[in-house]
């Protein structure tokens, strides 16, 4: 289920994710952000949750474990379950 948007209270918010560039020693790091968007008035919030979840994937992302197509994969994997 998804939440209520808690601006308008009539738009739904929808998991949105976005390539961030960050600098990493010298060199450009796009890393995945995930926020929520309402559908409705366009209002965006990156929950608690979701930021926790961010600065593992930055990390992950800079340790240069998973590309960012597998960072993306991630976070779908995780809506799914
Ligand atoms: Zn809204």
């Known amino acids: 289920m998804r939440d209520k948007c808690k601006k308008c209270l009539d ?3 929808v998991l ?3 390539d961030e560039e960050f600098q990493y020693r ?8 995930p926020y ?3 559908n ?4 965006d919030i990156v929950s608690y949750e979701l ?3 961010c600065d593992a994937i930055v990390k992950e992302a800079k340790e240069q474990i998973k590309s960012s197509a597998e960072l ?3 976070y779908t994997d995780d809506q799914q379950r």
Not at 26 to 33: A, S
Request: hydrophobic content about 35%; charged content about 25%.
């Open 16 to 18: 949105k994710i976005e």
């Open 72 to 74: 993306k994969k991630m």
């Open 40 to 43: 409705s008035c366009g209002f």
């Open 36 to 38: 929520h968007e309402c």
């Open 11 to 13: 738009g739904e918010m």
């Open 51 to 53: 930021s926790v979840q």
């Open 26 to 33: 010298g060199k450009p790091l796009v890393v995945p952000i």
